[in-house]
């Protein structure tokens, strides 16, 4: 299977002849296929997740996704990139408190030109799916951390795009909204969305087909992980 994503020979210096804070990194991601990236703090997994959303820029190596040279890209290149291919959900939300719950998630589809239409009723299915239907018309600073972490994984996956990034998108969730979060990621790789998460949860990892461990900025191995029961994956009512 061709690769989506593709990292040959990744560093990453945040300072001239400092530590790398990722050191020569090759990994592919096909079309359809999820990786979790695991390993103790300051191990360079966010670092690789800005690199391949084109946040940040390597110091050396080549960051190949959908056939384009993404380190190459002019900023607004990497605009429409971002806009167009990448799903992201970030570890401390980001999201406008100036806009209510459907509005945040409804603005990178319709940046993207997904159809009005199709963008509402998608967002709608999502917020009642992780249980926050209610808050629709809600602004974010009235939400629990919680709660604003479920708008950020409905806004990351509402768009039609082709890449879906995600950093601890279960650390402030319960059991239950986890589970919730499995089966979207789930879902979203069987429609040929390539998904990268870092997460610590050996529970949400166990969705991925390939779990990858970096240490000290290097990818020191990678893994089928524990297969989730069927049960976990298919869609069930919220308690």
């Known amino acids: ?4 994503i593709e990292l040959s020979e990744v ?3 945040y300072a001239a002849g400092g530590v790398p804070a990722l050191d020569h990194v090759s990994l592919a991601v096909a079309a359809g296929e999820a990786v979790a990236v695991m390993g103790p703090s300051g191990s360079g997994k966010s670092t690789l997740l800005n690199l391949v959303a084109g946040l940040d820029k390597p110091s050396g190596g080549t960051i190949t996704v959908s056939g384009q040279r993404v380190e190459m890209l002019s900023e607004t290149r990497l605009a429409r990139y971002r806009r167009r291919q990448v799903g ?3 570890q401390f939300f980001n999201l406008l408190d100036d806009l209510t719950v459907a509005d945040n998630v409804l603005l990178p589809a319709q940046l993207a030109g997904t159809p009005r239409r199709r963008a509402r009723a998608r967002c709608t299915e999502l917020l009642d799916q992780l249980g926050i239907g209610r808050y629709r018309n809600t602004y974010p600073g009235r939400l629990s951390g919680g709660e604003r972490q479920r708008v950020a994984i409905a806004r990351a996956v509402v768009g039609e795009r082709r890449l879906l990034l995600a950093d601890e998108p279960s650390g402030a969730l319960d059991s239950v909204t986890g589970e919730e979060v499995m089966r979207l990621l789930h879902n ?4 040929g969305v390539a998904a990268v998460v870092v997460t610590h949860d050996a529970q949400l990892a166990s969705w991925a087909d390939r779990v990858v461990f970096l ?16 049960s976990l994956l298919t869609p069930g009512p919220r308690q």
């Open 1 to 4: 299977m061709d690769a989506l």
């Open 215 to 230: 240490r000290d900025g290097r990818l020191v191995d990678q893994t089928a992980p524990p297969r989730t029961p069927e």
């Open 88 to 90: 992201m959900i970030f």
């Open 188 to 191: 979203a790789c069987k429609q």
């Open 11 to 13: 560093t990453k210096r």
